[in-house]
């Protein structure tokens, strides 16, 4: 099986900056679409950020213009720099990769207007992010 592993998770105080990391067990795995989703508690899961095998990202509201995705493809990495974090941003963050390569998912995350989990087949298990006043 494939197995993601979330790390980089801490607590900041308001205003700073975290960079989380996702690793993937299998190297030179082909991911289609891989993203960050959040659950902060007693919310839902929520996307946050998505990048595609071509390098098109995504950004949600909440992280549009704060955070940045990026990936590592010889490493089996995929980034989440956040910037000017509020506690708002509190919250346990999840990486997700796809494989399958389903048609679109970009243009399926714009049209609806957020990240759709539906999309994703592997799960971490989660990094703690919690930012305080």
């Known amino acids: 099986q494939v197995q993601l592993v979330e790390s980089g998770g801490a607590s900041v105080q308001s205003g700073g900056s975290l960079t989380l990391s996702c690793t993937a067990s299998?190297?030179?795995?082909?991911?289609?679409?891989l993203a960050w989703f959040r659950q902060g508690p007693g919310k839902e899961r929520v996307g946050v950020a998505a990048?595609?095998?071509?390098?098109?990202?995504y950004y949600s509201g909440s992280g549009r213009g704060r955070f940045t995705i990026a990936q590592d493809g010889a490493k089996n990495t995929v980034y989440l720099r956040m910037n000017n974090l509020s506690p708002e941003d509190t919250a346990k963050y999840y990486c997700?990769?796809?494989?399958?390569?389903?048609?679109?998912?970009?243009?399926?995350?714009?049209?609806?207007?957020?990240?759709?989990?539906?999309?994703?087949?592997?799960w971490g298990q989660g990094t703690q992010v919690t930012v305080s006043p």
């Open positions: 997700a990769a796809d494989d399958v390569g389903r048609s679109g998912c970009m243009s399926t995350f714009r049209a609806l207007g957020s990240i759709q989990a539906f999309y994703f087949d592997y």
């Open positions: 990048i595609d095998s071509g390098g098109e990202v």
């Open positions: 299998t190297y030179n795995y082909n991911f289609y679409c």
